[in-house]
């Protein structure tokens, strides 16, 4: 038997109104996203070095910013739930990383498994206010 409070709610943020030519847009990106990933994550650890690898890695950044813009279209206090906290940590260690503050491969991993537990984290969970 569980022991759920049907009264009891995670305390998540403030949710706004997607259309859903949003939530198709959010779809889209994140796919794009997810693809860039693979490529530039691909290229990074196989060491090629290719204008390829260069473009994965541009287009990684500009679709997490679209995302991150289109989350917070929905989420209004993304910045102190657990997914924003998180995507403000693994742009910090990318960063790191990319600049070599901290060893590569061990970040670039760990920053793909956190952003896949993450995401597939139940909704209480995700968008949890932290404060």
Known sequence: MSQH???SKPNTGRIGYRSDQIRYLSIFVRSFHQLAVAIFIGAFFFAVDSPAAESAFLFVVVTGILLLFLEALRHRQFYRE???LITFLKAALVGGAFHKFLP???AFLF???VA???SHAPKGIRHRLLF
Do not use: M, T
Request: glycine fraction near 6%.
């Open 111 to 113: 920053v793909f498994l």
């Open 116 to 118: 896949s537990l993450v």
């Open 82 to 84: 657990v997914f924003g």
């Open 104 to 106: 590569s491969i061990p």
């Open 5 to 7: 409070n049907e009264n």
